[in-house]
């Protein structure tokens, strides 16, 4: 209750001293703008509103992000070990090859970033999206954090706690050298290439965390994944040799291009780079996990507590057939209950929520979208808080809906990522804000 409470304080700040909170907001506003908090080559949608967290939210997400990887890590051992639990997922026969290759280090997922929807009120918890492929957001966070810190946002509330950010690059560096040195048993720095797929410029969190890397003593590059080779067992970026890989690639996107990008999959299945994180955790990404987790039969493994938590944290999820009348019938009937989302999709693309669409409409999706690898899941409740709105002539108290991100690295949470907006999705796709997150203990 102590963090909700945080909100009304700060609204309670604004409009006792508008005029220097506006002021204040404009310059925040230029220092966001010449940031790298880059969004596809343009400066980050954000909100001039700390995101307030204290120990009780913060310990919170740590227990129950434990006792989820807890599960998850079964699942993907399940998938190792049992050729009949694998049909349940549907992957391609490369895509599994890929999968059961050991990765040489004892982390099935090394970076995640886990989705949750968090009533501060109740503390109630619902995941909503397992992201193991190919995360982001850390420069956002940290750069609206490192702007916003400085702010009279945080100014204001020093004088009775201590505010802390989330430290998300070089603990992120420790944590994949840590996962290449029990894959080369060897303490030295490797060759590291951060590799993903490119239209244009990569992108400025890349360039960030390669100077990270370079700080802690590893040469780094950004590189396509279609521009390399692999020669003698080893894996090069022209005279570039590269010793670990920190894949961004989303798995599918490798699949697709199974053809191009021939060298990248050679060295991985080869085991002579150290790919970090491991293709092993589509098991997870994948959200057909919510379904087969869902599904008793399907999941023997789980312990009476740990369906218990899977009943009560992740929404009910199943396979959408749109041929199965039956299904089809349920849909329709309880449409402002349910959403249709594709397996295996970012950035909310294709998540179609039965609230926003009239019967007809929904019907229409049914038909012509939903029509393959689609998932029909419980609509949760979304959380809401009031987010300040600045522009140039006032601000506005506004209730938002927003989505809790949890990174995850080796298994543990590293730091908190928030998105916001008005609409049911929250995602690139519709209106999107990020906002600063603050960890606040009383002095």
Known sequence: MQAKKLFNTYQDYVKEDLKEYKENYERVFQEVEDSPAKYKGKPVEFLYQPMFFTDVEIDRFRELTDQLMVILNKVIDEYIQNPAFRKHFGFSPLLEKMILKDPGYDVNVPMGRFDIFYHYDTGDFQFCELNADGSSGMIEQRELQKIIEKSKAIEDFSGQYQVEGFELFDSWVEALLKNYKEYSKKDVKPQVAIVDFFKAEPPSEFIEFQKAFEAKGCPTIVVDPRNLEYRDGNLFYQ???IDCVYRRTVTWEIIEHAEEVKAYIDAYLDGNVCFVGPIRSQVIHNKAVFA?????????????EERTFVERHIPYTSFFDNQNQGVVAYALENKDKLVLKPM??????????GEDYSLEEWKKIIEEEAVEEYLLQAFC??????MARFDREDVKFIDHNYIIGLFMYNGKMQGVYTRTGTHNIIGSIVECFTVPNFLFRKK
Do not use: Q
């Open 292 to 304: 087969i987790l869902h599904d008793k039969e399907k999941t023997p493994f789980l312990t009476p």
């Open 239 to 241: 005279n570039f040799r």
């Open 381 to 386: 409740k979304v959380p809401k808080a009031p």
């Open 344 to 353: 295996d999709r970012y950035a909310s693309n294709g998540v179609k929520i």
